[in-house]
C-alpha cells in the first residue's frame, strides 16, 4: 500500500480525539493517547533504523525484552517478511502466542486504513505459514482500541464497484483471521467502533475493559451505511438477532460490562487484569462463545418478514426512510439472508456498497469529517475549575454539564434558593447518566452563593440576564478577583461583545461561549470573539469546549451570531404562516418533511416565545403579531402549555387531521432559512461554508443528510432557489429579498 | 488572669462550618453520612479557599458509619478532592466522636505531625441500618449448609415469623450494653436524683426552641451553616429542620414518657431529636498558618475527658469540664460562654444542679471544689439538640463550632463546650478567640 497518502499534517488534527463521546471518566485516558502522538514524520528514523536493529538483536532474548516502543514488527511472527511494520508490533512469547498490537504510526486513534489493513494482510500471510499457538490483538494507543475504518478512504470512491472492491478486501481479511487454526482474541480498552469491533467479532475471544470509557458499538447507520467487514453476519451469531439489529439499527454503544452481560464479551476484567485475562482465556481456550438457539431467529423468509415488519415499524418511528435508507437497508439484508457465514458476508459487502453509491451516504460521511474538523479545532483541556455565575436553566445546565465532564465546579447565584433548582436537575443528570456513580458528578458541583470559586476558577462562565449593563457591572466587580490566566466566559446567546467587553481591563480574554438548550443535548458551542478578543483565549474557550465533548465553532460576534441568526427568519416565517390561518402541525410538517429534527413553531415553543422574541429584538427583526399576541397573553410555549401549541407532559399535543404542506409553504420556511445562511457566510461570520454548514447541523439540527444549507444549495442549484426566492419576494414581501452573496455561489 | 499556657504549640481554628441538622423523618434521610460529610467539607475548602492538596490530615468522628462508608474520613475526603496522599482516619467515641476528632487532630498538630487538618463530625442517624435478629441469622446459616434439595425444603419450613422482625441498630446503639439502660432511661436516673421536675424540662425544651427561632431570624447561623441541596424536588435545606416554633409549654406537657411510661418524665419533646448532619473545622499550626496564610478565628486551648458510673452517664460534663478548669487552674467565672450538649432537657439541668454542688464535684467527680454556677444567660443561648437535633457522631463537633462563633458574635474570649457520652464518659473542649 501506498503509506505516502497518508499526509500527517492533515490526519493528525482530522483524527484527534475520534472516540465516540466519553463523558466524566477517562480522561488521562485522552491525555495519555495525545502523550503517544507521534509524527509520521518522527518514526521514520526509527523504520530506517529497523534493519540493523534485527541484525544484533535477532534470536537474542534479553535484547528482545527491552521492548523498544518504537520497534516495528517483529521478525518472528513475520518469517521472511523483509519490510519493515510501521502500525503493527509483534511479539511472540515464550508460551507461543503472538500478541499483535496496533499502534497506527500517523494517527493519535487507531484506524483501519488501507496502510494498517495491508500490513495486517503480511502479517496474516505470515501466520499461514507459521501458526503461533495463539494471536491476541491489542491497541497501543491508551485511549482505545480501534476507531474503525477510514472513513476518508470510502469518499474518494467513485463508482460502487470500487467500493465493493475496498469491502471485499477488508471482510477478506476478517474471515482470513477467523479462519487461523490457533485461537485468537482481541484485546479491547476504549473504544471499538465499527470496522474495529468487527475485526474483534472476527477473533474467536472478546476480553474488554471493565471500565465506563470501554464502548462498543457499530455505529456505520449514522454514516447512512452499516457494517461491511462481516459484523452484521457475526455479531448475530454472537449475541442473537434481535440485540444485534437494536446495536445495528441504533448505533448505539454498550460498555465494557454490559459487552460481557449480553454475551459481546467473553470477559470484562479491570484494565490492569487485562492482560492477565486475555491470556489465561487463551490458554484455557473453550469452546467460542454463540448466541443461545433462543435467541437466534431461524433464516426462513416469512419468519423473518414478520420480525422485520415490527422492527421497522419502529424504526419508521424516529426516522425517514426517505432521508435515511441505512437502516432499512440492514433489515433488508438481514431479512433476505441466505446460506453460510460466507455467502452472507458477501451480500453483506453488495449492501453496503449500494448504500455507499447513495447521496445520503455521502453527505453523511461528509457530516462526519465536519464534525471531525471542528474537534481538530483544539484539544481537550484537561479538567480544572469552572465557575458558573448565574443558576437559571441554561447556567444551571451548563455547571452540570461541566462537572459531569469532569471539571470541578462552583455554581453562583444570589441566594440558595435560587441555586437549588439548578442542583436537582444537576442530580437528575447525573443519576441518567452516571447511575450508581451519580455522586462522582455531583462531588465536583458546589453552590456558591457567594462566590469563593471565581477567584480558584480556570474558567469563569457569566450565564446571567442578558442585559448589558447587568452584566458589564458583574464584570467590573469580577475581573479584579479573577486569577490572571482564567478565561472569562458570556453565555449570552446575542449580545455583542464588544458591548460587553467595554469596561474590562483585560478586554482581550472574554470570550463567548454560547451553549445552546438543553445543554445536555446539543453538540455545539459557538466560540464568539469580539473585536478585542485575543487568540490564545479563543484557542482556550474551544479547548475547553473539547473538554466538555462539545463541538466548538468559532464564530465572529455580531447580533444572534450564527446559529440564532440563521434560524430566526424562518422561526418568524413561520409565524407569520400560522398568523395566516394555517395549522401549526402543516407549517410544521413541511419542515420535518425537508428533514428537521422538529418544526419551526413547535421549536419557538420549546424555547420560549418570549425567548425568540428577545432574540429577535436584539436582531432589530420584529416577529410578527402571532407571536407577539401569545406572548402578550402569557401563552409562552412549553413552559406555560401554551404558545402555537397545546402542551401537556412537555410535549406538543398535535391534531391527526392536517392539511399537507404545499411547496409554497415549504420555500417559504426554507428559502427563509437559506437565505440568512447565505448572508451570513457573505457577512464571514465564519470561517467558510463548511464550517457554517456544521454549525447548521450540530446547532440546530439542520438535515444532516442534505450536508446543511449551503451544500443543500450548491447540490440541489442555487440559481433555481435564487429564482423560487424572488418570486416569494414577489408575492411576499421584503423579507424575501435575496441577501447579497447569492451571486458567489453560483 | 491565669497562665494558660497549656502547651507550646497553639492549634488555631482556622474556620468551620457544617451541615443543616436533618430531622430523621421515620425513613433514610436524603443524604448518607459522606454525602453530609462531603456537602459541609467541599463548601469549608471552597470558602477557606485551600487546595485540595494543602491538608496533612482529615480525622472525622462518627459512631456509626453505612457499610459501604467504611473509614468514612477517608471516603469523604476523597469525595471532597482531598488529595490521595493526605490521610483520613475516623475516630469514635460514641456521642462525642466529633469532640474526639478536634482532640486527636489538635494531638497531632501539637506534636508537630501535621500543620493543616481537617477535623470534624458526621452522623446519619436516620440511615441506621435494620439488621437481621440472631434467629434469623443461624436460619440462614443453616439454609447455606443444606446441600440436598430435601434438605433444603425442610430447613425452609423452619422459617418462622419471628425469624423477620428486624433489629433496629440505631435503638442498639442508644442503649449501654453494660448498664443494661437505655440512655433516656439514665436521663430519668440522673434528673430523679437531683430534683428535676417534668414542667422544668419541658420549660428548657421550650426555651432551647424560642432560642433556636430567634437565632435564626437574627441570621445568626448565615455563616455556620452550609445550605443542603439534597432534598430531591429542587428545594434547599438552609436551616435545622427539627425546630417547632409552634411549640408551646401546653403542647409539650401533653406528650407522654418514652423510657418510663408509668413514672418517668422524660418524652419525645425534652429530649434531643434523632437527626443526621456533619460539621468541619479547619485546624491550624501556627506554621500551618503561615505557609497557607490562613486568619485565625479562635483556638482550642484543652480537651479534657473524663468517665463515670454508666447508668449515669448524663453528668458526663461535670467530670469532664470540671476536670479541664481544675487543670487549667479555672473556675466557672473565668468562662464567658457554655455550649452544654442537650441530650436531654433533665440531664442539661442535673448538670447545671451538680456543677453547683460541692458535695457531687468533690465527692463524686473528685473535683477540689464545685465548679461553680452556669447562668442560663451564659448556657446554649442559641439553642441546643433539643431543638435542633443531636446527630452523635457530628455534635461535639458542631457545639465546638457553635461556641466559637457565639464568642466572636458575643464578644467573649474564653468558652468551654461540653457533652455526655453514652457508656459513662464526658468531654470537654476548652476554647479562645484571639
Known amino acids: 500500500m501506498d503509506d505516502t497518502r497518508d499526509n500527517p499534517q492533515t490526519n493528525e488534527g482530522r483524527d484527534e480525539g475520534r472516540d465516540d463521546a466519553h463523558i466524566g471518566g477517562r480522561d488521562e485516558a485522552h491525555n495519555g493517547g495525545r502523550g503517544e502522538r507521534r509524527h509520521a514524520g518522527e518514526n521514520r528514523p526509527a523504520s530506517e533504523v529497523h534493519p540493523q536493529q534485527r541484525n544484533t538483536g535477532q534470536d537474542n532474548a534479553t535484547h528482545e525484552a527491552q521492548d523498544n516502543p518504537q520497534r516495528a514488527g517483529s521478525d518472528d511472527a513475520a518469517h521472511g517478511a523483509h519490510d519493515d511494520f510501521r502500525h503493527w508490533r509483534v511479539e511472540r512469547g515464550g508460551d507461543g502466542v503472538a500478541v499483535l498490537t496496533l499502534d497506527h504510526a500517523s494517527r493519535s486513534a487507531n484506524v483501519l486504513d488501507s496502510a494498517a489493513l495491508a500490513e495486517f494482510e503480511r502479517l496474516l500471510d505470515a501466520f499461514g505459514r507459521d501458526c503461533p499457538a495463539g494471536v491476541i490483538i491489542r491497541s497501543g494507543k491508551a485511549n482505545g482500541f480501534l476507531a474503525g475504518a477510514d472513513v476518508t478512504e470510502f469518499t474518494g470512491l467513485q463508482t460502487r464497484a470500487q467500493a465493493l472492491q475496498k469491502l471485499r478486501y477488508g471482510q477478506n481479511l476478517m474471515n482470513r483471521l477467523e479462519a487461523l487454526p490457533c485461537p485468537t482474541l482481541a484485546l479491547i480498552h476504549g473504544f471499538c467502533a465499527g470496522g474495529g469491533l468487527e475485526l474483534a467479532l472476527a477473533c474467536d475471544y472478546r476480553v474488554v475493559e471493565d471500565a465506563p470509557g470501554c464502548r462498543l458499538s457499530l455505529p456505520e447507520v449514522r454514516l447512512g451505511i452499516h457494517p461491511g467487514y462481516g459484523g452484521s453476519v457475526r455479531l448475530p451469531r454472537l449475541i442473537g438477532d434481535l440485540p444485534a439489529l437494536n446495536l445495528m439499527l441504533t448505533g448505539r454503544a454498550v460498555g465494557g460490562a454490559q459487552a460481557k452481560r449480553i454475551g459481546l464479551a467473553d470477559h470484562a476484567a479491570r484494565r490492569d487484569a487485562l492482560d492477565a485475562a486475555a491470556a489465561a482465556l487463551l490458554r484455557k481456550a473453550p469452546k467460542p462463545r454463540r448466541a443461545p438457539r433462543l435467541r437466534r431467529i431461524p433464516k426462513i423468509a416469512p419468519l423473518r418478514s414478520a420480525v422485520a415488519f415490527f422492527v421497522e415499524r419502529q424504526i419508521a418511528k424516529r426516522v425517514n426512510q426517505a432521508h435515511y435508507p441505512a437502516p432499512f437497508h440492514l433489515l433488508a439484508a438481514w431479512c433476505k439472508a441466505r446460506g453460510g457465514t460466507l455467502r452472507r458476508i458477501e451480500a453483506e459487502a453488495d449492501s453496503v456498497a449500494a448504500l455507499f453509491d447513495s447521496d445520503t451516504t455521502q453527505q453523511l460521511i461528509r457530516v462526519f469529517l465536519l464534525r471531525e474538523r471542528l474537534k481538530a479545532r483544539a484539544r481537550k483541556s484537561a479538567p480544572g475549575r469552572v465557575h458558573v455565575i448565574g443558576a437559571g436553566v441554561m447556567g444551571g445546565d451548563i455547571a452540570a454539564w461541566c462537572a459531569l465532564s469532569g471539571h470541578r465546579v462552583t455554581l453562583q447565584d444570589r441566594n440558595a434558593a435560587l441555586i437549588a433548582p439548578a442542583m436537582t436537575r444537576a442530580r437528575r443528570l447525573f443519576a441518567k447518566r452516571l447511575k450508581r456513580r451519580a455522586h462522582e458528578a455531583a462531588d465536583r458541583l458546589l453552590p456558591d452563593p457567594r462566590g469563593h470559586g471565581a477567584a480558584r476558577a480556570d474558567v469563569v462562565i457569566e450565564a446571567i440576564i442578558e442585559d448589558a449593563d447587568a452584566k458589564r457591572a458583574l464584570y467590573a466587580g469580577l475581573e479584579p478577583r479573577i486569577k490572571p490566566g482564567a478565561l472569562l466566559a458570556t453565555n449570552t446567546s446575542s449580545l455583542p461583545l464588544e458591548q460587553l467587553a467595554r469596561g474590562l481591563q483585560q478586554p482581550a480574554r472574554l470570550v463567548g461561549l454560547h451553549f445552546f438548550n438543553p445543554v445536555a443535548k446539543m453538540q455545539l458551542i459557538e466560540i464568539v470573539h469580539g473585536a478585542a478578543t485575543g487568540e490564545q483565549w479563543l484557542d482556550a474557550a474551544a479547548a475547553f469546549a473539547r473538554s466538555l465533548d462539545r463541538l466548538p465553532l468559532p464564530v465572529r460576534s455580531s447580533p444572534g451570531f450564527l446559529v440564532n441568526r440563521v434560524l430566526m427568519p424562518y422561526l418568524a416565517e413561520a409565524m407569520r404562516i400560522a398568523g395566516e390561518g394555517a395549522a401549526p402541525e402543516t407549517v410544521d410538517a413541511a419542515a420535518t418533511d425537508f428533514g428537521m429534527p422538529m418544526g419551526p413553531l413547535e421549536l419557538a415553543d420549546s424555547v420560549g416565545l418570549d425567548i425568540c422574541r428577545s432574540v429577535a429584538a436584539t436582531l432589530q427583526r420584529p416577529l410578527p403579531r402571532s407571536c407577539a399576541e401569545h406572548v402578550a397573553a402569557g401563552r409562552l410555549g412549553r413552559k406555560t402549555g401554551r404558545g402555537y401549541y397545546r402542551w401537556k407532559n412537555g410535549r406538543a399535543v398535535r391534531s391527526k387531521s392536517r392539511a399537507e404542506p404545499g411547496r409554497d409553504l415549504r420555500d417559504r420556511l426554507m428559502l427563509s432559512l437559506l437565505n440568512e445562511a447565505v448572508a451570513c457566510l457573505h457577512e464571514q461570520l465564519v470561517e467558510d461554508a463548511d464550517v457554517l454548514d456544521a454549525g447548521m447541523i450540530f446547532g440546530a439540527g439542520f438535515a444532516p443528510f442534505r450536508g446543511g444549507p449551503l451544500q443543500y444549495l450548491r447540490d440541489d442549484g442555487a440559481a433555481a432557489h435564487l429564482a423560487r426566492l424572488q418570486a416569494l419576494a414577489a408575492r411576499h414581501g421584503e423579507h424575501f429579498q435575496p441577501a447579497p452573496g447569492w451571486d458567489a455561489l453560483k | ?434
Open chain 2, 1 to 434: 488572669m491565669h497562665p494558660m499556657n497549656e502547651s507550646a504549640a497553639n492549634v488555631f481554628i482556622v474556620d468551620g462550618c457544617r451541615t443543616p441538622v436533618l430531622k430523621a423523618r421515620g425513613a433514610p434521610g436524603p443524604c448518607s453520612g459522606a454525602d453530609l460529610a462531603v456537602a459541609a467539607g467541599g463548601a469549608l475548602m471552597l470558602r477557606a479557599g485551600i487546595a485540595a492538596d494543602a491538608l496533612d490530615e482529615v480525622v472525622l468522628g462518627c459512631v456509626m458509619a453505612a457499610a459501604d462508608e467504611a473509614n468514612i474520613a477517608r471516603v469523604a475526603a476523597l469525595r471532597i478532592g482531598v488529595a490521595q496522599t493526605t490521610p483520613a482516619f475516623t475516630v469514635q467515641r460514641n456521642c462525642a466522636s466529633g469532640m474526639q476528632a478536634l482532640d486527636t487532630a489538635a494531638a497531632r498538630i501539637r506534636q508537630g505531625a501535621a500543620q493543616l487538618t481537617l477535623a470534624g463530625g458526621v452522623e446519619a442517624m436516620s440511615r441506621a441500618p435494620l439488621l437481621l435478629n440472631d434467629g434469623a441469622v443461624h436460619w440462614l446459616a443453616g439454609l447455606r449448609r443444606a446441600k440436598t434439595a430435601a434438605a433444603r425444603i425442610k430447613h425452609i419450613a423452619r422459617l418462622r415469623p419471628a425469624h423477620l422482625k428486624p433489629v433496629v441498630a440505631l435503638l442498639r446503639g442508644l442503649t449501654d450494653p453494660v448498664a443494661g439502660m437505655s440512655m433516656g432511661q439514665t436521663a430519668e436516673k440522673i434528673a430523679r436524683r437531683f430534683g428535676i421536675d417534668r414542667d422544668a424540662m419541658d420549660r428548657f425544651a421550650l426555651q432551647s426552641h424560642r432560642r433556636l427561632a430567634h437565632a435564626v431570624e437574627q441570621h445568626h447561623f448565615d455563616d455556620e451553616i452550609q445550605p443542603l441541596y439534597c432534598d430531591g424536588d429542587g428545594g434547599v435545606v438552609e436551616h435545622d429542620d427539627g425546630l417547632r416554633r409552634d411549640t408551646s409549654i401546653e403542647k409539650l406537657a401533653k406528650l407522654k414518657p418514652v423510657f418510663e411510661p408509668l413514672s418517668g418524665s422524660v418524652t419525645a419533646g425534652n429530649s434531643a431529636q434523632v437527626s443526621d448532619g456533619a460539621a468541619w473545622l479547619l485546624l491550624a499550626s501556627e506554621r500551618g498558618l503561615r505557609e497557607h496564610r490562613l486568619e485565625p478565628a479562635g483556638r482550642i486551648v484543652a480537651v479534657e475527658w473524663a468517665a463515670l458510673d454508666p447508668s449515669e452517664m448524663g453528668l458526663g460534663p461535670v467530670h469532664a469540664a470540671g476536670r479541664l478548669l481544675q487543670r487549667l487552674g479555672l473556675d466557672a467565672r473565668d468562662i464567658d460562654y457554655w455550649e452544654l450538649n442537650e441530650a436531654f432537657a433533665g440531664q442539661v439541668l442535673a448538670c447545671l444542679a451538680a456543677f453547683e454542688s460541692h458535695d457531687y464535684c468533690f465527692n463524686e467527680a473528685g473535683l477540689e471544689r464545685a465548679v461553680g454556677r452556669i447562668e442560663q444567660e451564659r448556657l446554649n443561648i442559641d439553642g441546643g439538640a433539643i431543638a435542633c437535633g443531636h446527630p452523635v457522631g457530628m455534635s461535639g463537633a458542631r457545639i465546638t463550632l457553635h461556641a466559637l462563633n457565639v464568642l466572636r458574635r458575643t464578644g467573649g474570649k474564653r468558652a468551654v463546650a461540653t457533652l455526655c457520652i453514652g457508656g459513662g464518659q464526658g468531654g470537654a473542649a476548652l476554647i479562645e478567640t484571639l
